[in-house]
């Protein structure tokens, strides 16, 4: 399933969920582990100061990578750490090419501020740019971390960045004998009250329909336990609810490198799952017009 998994690290809780994740999905499919922290100096606060503290980022990035090396030792991980100088987000998404990494892991908060370089915008600017898969986790006591995983969820509206979501979805079933649940939600307060609103509505929930049946009889075909649901609702509020009450072990969601929302579940939306998800998220990036 995967070869090499690069995993963003800077010793906070976020982040040390998300690599002692990794290392449970590297040690089943017998993947190398890449640990990368990336000293932030491009910040005003230490490029102004100088040498002294762009050594100290550095020397704390060295104890950190060791402790993940030690944690790796004991799982018997094939296991890489790399300290590098830049801005955060680029410098994952650098990584990842150059290393040829085919996951992304990392941390990411749903609190309102910002702790260190691996929470809010970052994990989102990475999410939204990689072109590979990325594994975000949020640190949290509700957040459910369970491998491997026996239920997945794929929320869908039916566009070719969901297909490919579930796409990867169907394989990891199929790898762990887990069910899938497909799910659509029907967002009815985007149509607004009108005269057109039922029709539009009617028309809204034909095509939800359509889309978890296509996408049920997909992993169907492929001998996967799948259920199917279509809600009406507010997209990230019923995606959190039923990952909640169904106890999903990971979310599985597409998106796309443009800065514009496409259709119903790219862009704010995604990244709005990624702040409130019960359970990590696997977003997996589709094919951009142009591409």
Do not use: W
Not at 39 to 60: F, I, K, Y
Not at 225 to 239: F, K, M, Q, Y
Request: hydrophobic share 40%; glycine share 8%; aromatic share 2%.
């Amino acid at each position: 399933m995967y070869d090499r998994i690069l995993v963003a690290v800077d010793g906070s809780e976020p982040a040390n969920a998300a690599f002692d994740h990794a290392l449970d999905v590297a040690a089943d499919c017998d993947a190398e582990v890449r640990a990368l922290y990336v000293a932030d100096t491009n910040r005003d606060s230490v490029t102004t100061v100088g040498t002294n503290v762009r050594d100290a980022l550095e020397a704390e990035g060295e104890d950190v990578i060791e402790g993940a090396r030690e944690r790796a030792a004991v799982r018997d991980v094939d296991f890489e750490g790399e300290v590098v100088q830049g801005e955060p987000g680029e410098s994952i998404l650098e990584a990842a090419d150059v290393r040829d990494a085919d996951l992304v892991a990392m941390g990411t908060s749903g609190k309102g501020g910002i702790r260190r370089f691996l929470l809010g915008s970052v994990a989102e600017h990475v999410v939204r740019r990689a072109e590979v898969p990325v594994l975000t986790v949020r640190a949290d006591e509700e957040v459910r971390v369970e491998y491997p995983y026996d239920s997945i969820l794929v929320p869908t509206d039916g566009s070719e960045h969901a297909s490919r979501a579930m796409e990867r979805a169907v394989d990891l079933a199929r790898r762990h004998d887990a069910t899938l649940h497909v799910l659509s939600v029907v967002d009815v307060m985007a149509v607004g009250v009108d005269v057109r609103a039922d029709l539009m509505i009617d028309q809204l929930e034909e095509r939800a329909h359509e889309a978890v049946e296509d996408a049920g009889a997909e992993a169907g075909e492929a001998g996967v336990d799948v259920v199917t649901d279509t809600i009406v609702g507010s997209i990230p509020r019923e995606i959190r609810s039923y990952a909640e009450d169904e106890e999903i072990d990971l979310l599985a969601m597409g998106t796309h490198g443009r800065r514009g929302v496409d259709r119903v579940l790219l862009g704010s939306v995604t990244e709005r799952v990624l702040r409130t998800a019960p359970a990590p998220v696997l977003t997996v990036r589709g094919r951009d017009e142009g591409e």
